[in-house]
């Protein structure tokens, strides 16, 4: 007997700044896959042309850009190809048609006028004679009954579909909507099991109710718990600082932004490397039923460790991807010296930006932040002996580095230190002082500390 394969598939709707929850179902969906040696499919899912208002190509990359792999989708064809809504033709239109016929769904002429509509009581015979004349959309008529879906992560759940409103699947200007389309493809794509966020449950039972008219199979269900704000408040999708753009640029490790993902809803540990995902033992019953709260926190924490972890050659490969002229200007030795320190390559960059900042604008921001920390006697003292120390000192070493601090300096020694971090660093965290100062150079400490002394008032 031929094993069935199972079949799964994320759909999306290409918008800009692309959420990263598009990431997180392929993640979930992509860790079941391989479990079961399923199939994958990526559909994109653009009939609603208001809300699609992006190239789907640059998602996808973005997608590809992180290591996420689907076996069939636009981009890699497949039997059921094309993958993409609206080069799909008639075929939704077609599939209303047959609920029309058969009495299942009805025309609705009342422009959005819901509460009032009794479209739903217009003989097939009237619907049809008005229709040419008149604009309206198509409803699908709904069972309205306690209906039961077995969900894989929740179980049972029972809904009172008297509490919804007939779903509009045909748009007055004659495109499907998501309902619709989403069950057409569904059993054309021959899908088994739909794995999605937990805000399409109520949809599932319209869906249900629709697969069932049509006498095609219900796909098996499992909605997993979807991010939050903090305050378990529902997430503005759309936002800049929440698509896969955003900590792409930002350029966290593709390694750091999966583990996120991943874990954020699956209760035991996923192991991420070059190779993929990684679970043992794959269960929906690790899955998290309710929401998760978005805390960019765990990120942070997630992707010090993988930067920290990287080996060498890996950190400065992964440096290097970016094409930032700044980090190819700044020597080896000093990018290695921020492994431990940084979670993305930005926190990399505005750290180069600081240091190497000789600009007068960084210069009186930075002495205008110092004016509460010492008077100006200590300012000019501390400059002027630190840029003599440093420029007689014979040999660029630690210790006479630190021999610089004390010569002559007749200022308390932490008012030093902090002075001239300040003014080499502008406030920006680098660790031991005498190791930066060293790895900067001696023309560049002096060449800074020069501008700080020469701007004295
Ligand atoms: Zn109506």
Known sequence: MNKIVPRMRVAF????????????????????????D??????????????????????????????????????????????????????????????????????????????????????????????????????FRLHKKIDEIDDLIHGNIKLDTSCLKDPVILRSNHTPTFHIATVVDDTLFHISHIMRGSDHIQGAFIQKQIFEAFGYPVPQFAHFGIYTN???????????????????????????IIEFLARGGYNDEVICNEDGICVENFSFSKFSKSNIALNIIHLDAISKRVIKTMSVEKFLRWI??????????????????????????????????SLYDFSVEYVNEVKSAM??????????IVTSCMIENLRVSKEWTITNIEQAFNNNMSCDKKLVYHIIRLMLTGGRPFGDLHELILLFGKDNTIKK????????E
């Open 13 to 36: 709707v290409p918008m800009k700044n692309s959420f990263l929850g598009i990431a997180r179902a392929i993640i979930y969906n992509n860790m079941f896959r391989q479990a079961c």
């Open 38 to 139: 399923g199939t994958l499919v990526l559909r994109i899912d653009d009939t609603d042309k208001e809300k699609s208002n992006a190239d789907y190509h640059k998602i996808l990359n973005n997608l590809k850009y992180l290591g996420l792999v689907w076996d069939e989708g636009p981009d890699v064809g497949g039997p059921y190809s094309p993958y993409v809504q609206s080069s799909r033709g008639n075929i939704y239109v077609e599939h209303i048609n047959i609920l029309l016929q058969n009495g299942l769904a009805y025309r609705c002429f009342c422009n959005g006028n819901n509460d009032l509509c009794r479209c739903h009581e217009i003989s097939i015979e009237e619907s049809t004679r008005r229709s040419i004349s008149s604009s309206f959309c198509v409803k």
């Open 230 to 256: 903090m305050d378990k408040s529902a997430l503005k999708v759309g936002k800049y600082e929440l698509s896969l753009e955003y900590f792409i640029e930002q350029g966290y490790p593709r390694e750091a």
């Open 320 to 353: 290097k991807e970016s094409h930032e002229e700044e980090l190819y200007s700044v020597p080896v030795e000093f990018l290695l010296s921020q492994k431990t320190r940084i979670k993305n390559k930005s926190d990399l960059l505005f750290n180069i930006h």
């Open 371 to 380: 004016g509460s920390i010492c008077s100006k006697e200590e300012y000019e």
């Open 449 to 456: 500390l020069t501008l700080f002394n020469a701007a004295v």
